[in-house]
């Protein structure tokens, strides 16, 4: 029981939602505690949750903007141009979690980050990997926080500047 609590700290921002509930749930009524690993299949899991959740939040935002639509999970080789050899593989694999276009252009990258993009240095490095590709091609690349993907104003908000 002790490894699950620590995944969930690990994870999650203990000021978030999905905290709040495993708290109560353990505080007030029956628990049945699963196995995990903490591979990357099992962290790619919760993160589609979160990815789920800014869909649904960036899908009524984009509303308010004639020129913008949005991809899901866009191969990093179908947006951007630069990349130095050395990053091929890299850059042939990787996927930004959500693409803004206007008018058929990329304008923009969204990235849904939790714990591990701060806590594990593989994922940190892939991240600045990310940021140095965009920065190459002059695409704004923000960084959402797991607790943030509900919150329309912000991604609203984020979303006018690029159209201004």
Known sequence: MIQHILLIEKLSDKTDNFYQLV????????????KISQDDSNIKQLDTYFEKQFKETINIAVKHFDTLKFEKKVKVASVLSSARKSD???FTKAEFDFVIFSNEKVIAVYEIDGKEH???QETIERDKKKQEICNQDNILLFRIKNKD????????????KLVS
């Open 23 to 34: 708290k109560y749930v353990e505080s007030n009524g029956d628990t049945k505690h699963i």
């Open 88 to 90: 091929f593989e890299y």
């Open 118 to 120: 701060e806590n594990e």
């Open 149 to 160: 993907v509900k919150n329309y104003e912000l991604i609203k908000g984020k979303l006018s």
